[in-house]
């Protein structure tokens, strides 16, 4: 049974900095993409960083430069630091998991990031 578990969310101050993680089990990352997805209140999910299992690094404008997407395969976990926090980053984020053989998606059940001004 796949499950992603997310932690390392909370309350943070802008200019701050958080590091998320996500533990994977029942999955192995040489076949799975693995990114970040964040959802603010009355907006659509929206891809924040993603590592593909040949280590490519994609992220979105807004985040780059000031986040940082990476693995741990000995643990299978997937870490997201993210410094500089803005409160526009304010979002519950989530793990995803998206396998390269099937192009199917496992989610995380999210962790909430707060940023105050």
């Known amino acids: 049974q796949v499950q992603l578990v997310e932690s390392g969310g909370g309350l943070v101050q802008a200019g701050g900095s958080l590091r998320l993680s996500c533990a994977a089990s029942g999955i192995n990352f040489r076949f799975n993409d693995m990114g970040w997805y964040r959802q603010a209140p009355g907006k659509q999910r929206e891809l924040v960083a993603a590592?593909?299992?040949?280590?490519?690094?994609t992220y979105a404008d807004s985040v780059k430069g000031r986040f940082t997407i990476s693995t741990d395969n000995a643990k299978n976990t997937v870490y997201l630091q993210m410094n500089s926090l803005k409160p526009e980053d304010t979002a519950v984020y989530y793990c995803?998991?998206?396998?390269?053989?099937?192009?199917?998606?496992?989610w995380g059940q999210g962790t909430q990031v707060t940023v105050s001004s």
């Open positions: 590592i593909s299992r040949d280590g490519e690094q």
């Open positions: 995803n998991a998206r396998s390269v053989i099937s192009n199917s998606d496992r």
